[in-house]
């Protein structure tokens, strides 16, 4: 079965510093998305992504962040100038171009911040 | 803009019994409801979902119902093993042309005593 892929699962940075999370979503895919999920709580929506451009964004998903689908298969989540908070599990995801069919989720990259 | 809540926020039951967790949601134009299932350290697995248009739908030991009216959507496990033992996220989403965001709720840690 495919499946949407992220690397790398465990990213340290320092803070103030800029990573790039990235994801490989399932290759017919059409929808992509990133999540959040800080240790212990719910998953949150950061973004969705559509058509190469973004459909919708959270109230998180301030100035900081930005996506990108620099190819045809890479989807990248980019944060600069990181914060403490910004530690939490990061979950990609993606949807055919269906509707009505399930988000697949990545395995997820722990970001933890220094 | 959607909120989700969950209960029971733990939820201990013996083996072979059944479990039942609950949602309500509050956007009433939301149309599709997918339960995930975490395990520990890894990324959250559809097990089942459901459309608006659809009352209660079934899949072996799983079950989930909707209630349009009053907003709420249950989860039923019946017949429950060791493995049902995870955390269990209930969603809620508006499916529209560019995409959908899932609203979770905040979860619930099923442990099934053998």
């Known amino acids: 079965e495919p499946e949407v892929t992220q690397t790398p699962s465990h990213q340290v940075t320092q803070m103030g510093q800029e990573v790039i999370l990235r994801c490989v979503p399932i290759?017919?895919?059409?929808?992509f998305y990133w999540y959040r999920q800080i240790l212990g709580q719910k998953v949150e929506f950061l973004v969705s992504?559509?058509?190469?451009?973004?459909?919708?964004k959270s109230e998180i998903f301030d100035d900081q962040f930005s996506v990108e689908r620099p190819d045809g298969s890479n989807f990248t989540l980019k944060i600069r100038s990181t914060k403490l908070e910004d530690s939490a599990m990061y979950f990609c995801?993606?949807?055919?171009?269906?509707?009505?069919?399930?988000?697949?989720f990545g395995d997820g990259t722990r970001l933890s911040i220094l | 803009g959607e909120n989700v809540e969950q209960h029971p926020s733990t939820l201990s039951v013996q083996e072979g019994d059944s479990a039942v967790i609950k949602c309500t949601y509050s956007?009433?134009?939301?149309?599709?409801f997918p339960w995930y299932k975490q395990e520990l350290g890894k990324r959250p697995q559809l097990i089942i979902d459901?459309?608006?248009?659809?009352g209660e739908k079934k899949d072996q030991r799983i079950a989930v119902t909707l209630n349009k009216t009053a907003k709420h959507f249950s989860l039923h496990i019946t017949e429950t093993q060791p493995e049902d033992s995870a955390v269990y996220f209930c969603?809620?989403?508006?499916?529209?042309?560019?995409?959908?965001?899932?609203?979770f709720g905040a979860g619930t840690i099923l442990r099934v005593k053998s």
């Open positions: 995801a993606s949807s055919s171009g269906t509707p009505y069919q399930p988000q697949h």
């Open positions: 290759s017919n895919h059409l929808y």
């Open positions: 992504f559509y058509n190469n451009e973004i459909s919708e």
């Open positions: 956007d009433s134009a939301s149309n599709y």
């Open positions: 459901i459309r608006s248009n659809v």
């Open positions: 969603a809620a989403s508006i499916v529209g042309e560019y995409g959908n965001k899932l609203v």
